[in-house]
């Protein structure tokens, strides 16, 4: 079992940077994949980035250039950091660990309760 727990969200202005963290328990969390999805009010649930413990990353193409992915194994937590933010981009932010490395929110086992992201106009 894996639980996790996001934090970092808030309110920002467009044009601005939020870094968000997601905290993980469980001893085998440096063999999962990590990812961050998102999900608007009213939309559904989208792949944002995912890195795997070797390290490789991917991005959504809408946040690359933009986001940045990271992980610390011996904190068990990994790391969003946004800059550049648009209001499109207000959503709540789901941390998720699974064991297939990708962009599908399916291949992912475990998922944290969000964090609310609101950017500004």
């Known amino acids: 079992q894996v639980q996790l727990v996001e934090s970092g969200g808030g309110l920002v202005q467009a044009g601005g940077s939020l870094r968000l963290s997601c905290a993980a328990s469980g001893r085998t969390f440096s063999s999962y994949t990590m990812g961050w999805f998102r999900q608007a009010s009213g939309k559904e649930r989208e792949f944002v980035a995912a890195i795997k413990w070797t390290g490789r990353t991917m991005y959504a193409d809408s946040v690359k250039g933009r986001f940045s992915i ?21 959503a709540v932010y789901y941390c998720a660990a699974g064991s297939i490395y990708g962009s599908v929110p399916r291949n992912y086992d475990y998922w944290g309760q969000g964090t609310q992201v609101t950017v500004s106009s």
Do not use: A, F, I
Request: charged content about 30%.
């Open 70 to 90: 990271s992980r610390d194994n011996g904190k068990n937590t990994v790391y969003l950091q946004m800059s550049s933010l648009k209001p499109e981009e207000t």
